[in-house]
């Protein structure tokens, strides 16, 4: 009989804390490893479909990983707000939509977003260029202060 290991991946964040299915315990691994069974294998990272943001309605549901200061500056109408490192912790607060764009300033930290929300099942696409490339496209930004809103 031939005993396969564990086929299920599991990308974490740097400092992110969960347990993989075949072993109970936490696991702490960087951006481009996966976790099969009890081994850590290097991995190259693929990239994960992608939107522009002038193709996304203005009034479309966004996911936006950013810091609540980035936050308070300025944002895409109708986005929610789940800062990057809450995300394992808050996945019942994710709005719905197939794929669900998922921004950050420039598109980085929403990649590793939306490469970890992929690996839990979700249907997600990481917004090109971020909120500086919404902002230049000329993409509605609002805050919900009397402020002039921006990208920080």
Do not use: Y
Request: aromatic content about 4%.
């Amino acid at each position: 009989m031939l005993v396969r290991p564990c086929r299920t991946p599991v990308l974490q964040f740097v400092g992110a804390q969960a347990p993989h299915p075949c072993n109970p315990g936490p696991r702490i691994l960087g951006r481009a490893e996966l976790q099969h069974g009890c081994t850590t294998i290097p991995t190259l990272v693929t990239m994960s479909e992608e939107l522009q943001p002038k193709d996304i309605a203005d009034d479309a549901i966004i996911l936006d990983v950013r810091e609540q200061d980035e936050w308070d500056a300025g944002h895409a109408p109708n986005s929610v707000h789940i800062p990057l490192g809450e995300i394992p912790e808050r996945l019942g607060d994710l709005p719905e939509g197939e794929p669900l764009p998922v921004v950050c300033r420039s598109g980085n930290r929403s990649s590793r977003a939306v490469q970890w929300l992929e690996a839990q099942g979700f249907e997600v696409a990481n917004v090109a260029g971020g909120m500086k490339q919404w902002e230049f496209d000329g993409k509605p930004v609002v805050t919900q202060h009397n402020v002039e809103p921006t990208v920080i």
